[in-house]
């Protein structure tokens, strides 16, 4: 089964820190994504990649980066924390997406305070 | 642009009632449809999947079958258990695009 690994389930941070989500996946996947899931809002495309060190920004991007130096791991990265981006991220990763979906981590609910 | 609606929740069903949940696209291609499960705490599961029209997807119980003349893909489920209760996303993606696009979520709680 593939896996996708979210380095933490849960993280409290403060304003202002630079924050950095990890996303690792074990099945040699070339497409990786990163959503944010809010109440009422479903789940919203920040960032995906296609391969390495390529990416292309979502619905969401901003107040985020990613990095993909590697193809396993796809990074989130916020620049300034604020709290408005409290919420739950999830990673996903996918061969061919209309064959097959996604495959998501468990998520990490971030809190900023 | 694609877009995918599903019914508001939350739902609340005895335990072996029937389950309906709706879900409608609209998409300029031909693109896949899916549904995924998420139980409290966890990421989503990818429940079943149709790729063209007339498919019918299904896994533990529940179908969906991609109706391309209605443009629907509504999730069922014969008799539901307690340990069905967890929010459904309805979703499509579109050859040729990598990413895909997910419906608000249906919650649905299941009482013994």
């Known amino acids: 089964d593939v896996k996708v690994t979210q380095s933490s389930r849960y993280l409290v941070k403060r304003t202002g820190e630079k924050v950095f989500l990890e996303c690792v996946q074990d099945?040699?996947?070339?497409?990786m994504f990163w959503y944010r899931q809010d109440p009422g809002l479903g789940l919203r495309l920040i960032y995906f990649?296609?391969?390495?060190?390529?990416?292309e920004k979502g619905d969401i991007p901003e107040g985020y980066s990613v990095s993909r130096e590697k193809k396993e791991r796809f990074s989130l990265i916020l620049e300034s924390a604020s709290t408005n981006q409290t919420s739950m991220y999830l990673c996903?990763?996918?061969?061919?997406?209309?064959?097959?979906?996604?495959?998501f981590g468990s998520g990490t609910r971030l809190t900023v305070v | 642009g694609n877009s995918v609606t599903q019914m508001e929740g939350p739902v609340t069903l005895s335990e072996e009632a029937f389950l309906t949940i709706n879900c409608t696209y609209t998409?300029?291609?031909?693109?896949?449809l899916f549904w995924y499960v998420q139980y409290p705490g966890e990421g989503l599961q990818l429940l079943l999947k149709?790729?063209?029209?007339?498919d019918k997807g299904s896994n533990k119980g529940f179908e969906a079958t991609y109706r391309k003349e209605t443009t629907s893909f509504h999730l069922e489920k014969g008799s539901v258990q307690v340990s069905d209760s967890a929010v459904y996303f309805c979703?499509?993606?579109?050859?040729?695009?990598?990413?895909?696009?997910f419906g608000a979520g249906t919650r649905l709680t299941v009482k013994p």
């Open positions: 149709a790729t063209k029209a007339d």
């Open positions: 990649s296609y391969d390495v060190k390529m990416k």
């Open positions: 099945m040699d996947h070339e497409n």
């Open positions: 996903a990763s996918s061969f061919l997406p209309e064959a097959y979906g996604y495959t």
């Open positions: 998409a300029t291609g031909y693109p896949s």
């Open positions: 979703a499509l993606s579109d050859r040729g695009n990598n990413d895909m696009r």
